[in-house]
């Protein structure tokens, strides 16, 4: 069974860089077919899914936050983080790591983590 788990600091100040990792376990992040993502969910508001790394180590980020995101993994950890720049209140969510099954498209989620409030303020 997969498990992913979120980690990071919950309190982020602005113009800062937002960093959460995720660890999995049950499953390796370099075996095929499946890329490892992050979704987030500010208050209020729908789920936005962010971006992925792949099995192969490649990125992919929605258009309106490509700019500021950046998604790493560290294969010898079965881990993979992201890195959001220059936040802003408007960054403030909970943020999710996911497993996302290629053979459904990105987005299509079938493992999940817990989530993590990340709240950016002064």
């Known amino acids: 069974q997969v498990q992913l788990q979120e980690s990071g600091p919950g309190l982020v100040k602005p113009s800062q860089t937002l960093s959460l990792t995720c660890t999995v376990s049950?499953?390796?992040?370099?075996?095929?077919?499946?890329?490892w993502s992050w979704i987030r969910q500010p208050p209020g508001k729908g789920l936005e899914w962010m971006g992925v790394i792949r099995y192969d180590g490649s990125t992919y980020y929605t258009p309106s936050l490509k700019s500021r995101t950046s998604i790493s993994r560290d294969t010898s950890k079965n881990e993979f983080s992201l890195q959001l720049s220059s936040v802003t209140p408007e960054d403030t969510a909970v943020y999710y790591c996911g497993r996302d099954p290629l053979a459904y498209g990105l987005g299509s989620n079938d493992y999940w983590g817990q989530g993590t409030q990340v709240t950016v303020s002064s």
């Open positions: 049950g499953g390796s992040i370099t075996t095929g077919d499946y890329a």
